[in-house]
């Protein structure tokens, strides 16, 4: 398992979710709605993750939108419905990469502050936060969650790969041939991922791969092994299915079957 440095303690309140894409590989479902609407069971996918955050101690999600951002914000609303403070961030580029959906919310958050970073259509168990969330960081670094059950992944051809050296992450790539670990699309950040998102910029657009990238060659990229814990990346009508097959959605979150 990789290693990781655990604290007893973590000050985390707040979680930016990336909810700005269309979903195009899904795009049987989301033609008239955003992706992240899509149920998984009685619930959405977005608003899973949600009430999964506001059980681990998450007071504040701030979602960043972009295609049909009216239809998400109407239906969230200011959260007063699942118990979470929400905040909108409009990213009208969201056609270009996903860094620059991070980087919308940046003036947001404090220079010291510590933050949770998802995605909108990954599902995850509880206990993955748990073990993010007590994952200690030091000074401008980030910790990604990492799945080393490598031949269980669903989609794997389509998934982020790291290579992981002790607590550290030294590779990250989807067309990585070797590798011991897959991004599961949750982080634990310090503001200075927002730095290495700017540094990696070309042409005026840049993702967080390129962003994780700027931290690995500083050294500033960690791995925090989830375990046995479950986890999906919901990015194709069978992941879908088979998330539906696994989980059990109710008004605490996700679990597995």
Same mark, same amino acid.
């Not at 980087?103 to 936060?129: G, V, W, Y």
């Not at 790539?173 to 670990?181: A, E, I, P, T």
């Not at 042409?203 to 500083?218: E, K, M, N, P, V």
């Given at each position: 398992? @990789?290693?990781?440095?655990?604290?007893?303690?973590?000050?985390?309140?707040?979680?930016? /979710?990336?909810?700005?894409?269309?979903?195009?590989?899904?795009?049987?479902?989301?033609?008239?709605?955003?992706?992240?609407?899509?149920?998984?069971?009685?619930?959405?996918? @977005?608003?899973?993750?949600?009430?999964?955050? +506001?059980?681990?101690?998450?007071?504040?999600?701030? @979602?960043?939108?972009?295609?049909?951002?009216?239809?998400?914000?109407?239906?969230?609303?200011?959260?007063?419905?699942?118990?979470?403070?929400?905040?909108?961030? +409009?990213?009208?580029?969201?056609?270009?990469?996903?860094?620059?959906?991070?980087?919308?919310?940046?003036?947001?958050?404090?220079?010291?502050?510590?933050?949770?970073?998802?995605?909108?259509?990954?599902?995850?168990?509880?206990?993955?936060?748990?073990?993010?969330?007590?994952?200690?960081?030091?000074?401008?670094?980030?910790?990604? !969650?990492?799945?080393?059950?490598?031949?269980?992944?669903?989609?794997?051809?389509?998934?982020?790969?790291?290579?992981?050296?002790?607590?550290? @992450?030294?590779?990250?790539?989807?067309?990585?041939?070797?590798?011991?670990? /897959?991004?599961?699309?949750?982080?634990?950040?310090?503001?200075?991922?927002?730095? !290495?998102? !700017?540094?990696?910029?070309?042409?005026?657009?840049?993702?967080?791969?390129?962003?994780?990238?700027?931290?690995?060659?500083?050294?500033?990229?960690?791995? !925090?092994?989830?375990?046995?814990?479950?986890?999906?990346?919901?990015?194709?009508?069978?992941?879908?299915?088979?998330?539906?097959?696994?989980?059990?959605?109710?008004?605490?979150? /996700?679990?597995?079957?």
């Amino acid at each position: 398992m @990789i290693e990781s440095l655990i604290s007893k303690t973590s000050p985390l309140k707040r979680a930016l /979710v990336i909810a700005a894409g269309r979903g195009i590989r899904l795009n049987t479902h989301s033609q008239d709605i955003p992706k992240c609407l899509i149920s998984v069971g009685s619930r959405s996918i @977005i608003e899973t993750i949600l009430l999964t955050l +506001r059980d681990a101690g998450i007071e504040e999600a701030i @979602i960043v939108t972009g295609y049909k951002h009216e239809v998400i914000e109407e239906r969230l609303g200011d959260g007063s419905r699942i118990g979470l403070r929400l905040r909108y961030v +409009r990213n009208d580029r969201w056609q270009k990469k996903n860094g620059l959906s991070v980087c919308a919310a940046r003036n947001l958050f404090d220079p010291d502050e510590q933050f949770l970073l998802t995605m909108s259509d990954h599902l995850f168990a509880p206990e993955i936060l748990t073990t993010l969330m007590s994952f200690q960081l030091g000074p401008g670094e980030t910790a990604l !969650a990492v799945d080393s059950k490598v031949d269980s992944i669903v989609d794997i051809e389509d998934a982020t790969k790291v290579v992981c050296k002790g607590p550290n @992450i030294t590779q990250i790539d989807k067309k990585l041939m070797d590798y011991n670990g /897959v991004d599961c699309g949750l982080f634990k950040c310090t503001t200075g991922l927002f730095d !290495a998102l !700017a540094a990696a910029m070309v042409d005026g657009d840049f993702s967080l791969t390129d962003g994780c990238r700027q931290l690995i060659a500083s050294e500033r990229m960690k791995a !925090a092994d989830i375990g046995t814990a479950f986890w999906i990346d919901i990015d194709t009508p069978q992941s879908l299915t088979y998330a539906m097959s696994k989980l059990e959605i109710s008004d605490h979150g /996700v679990s597995t079957k």
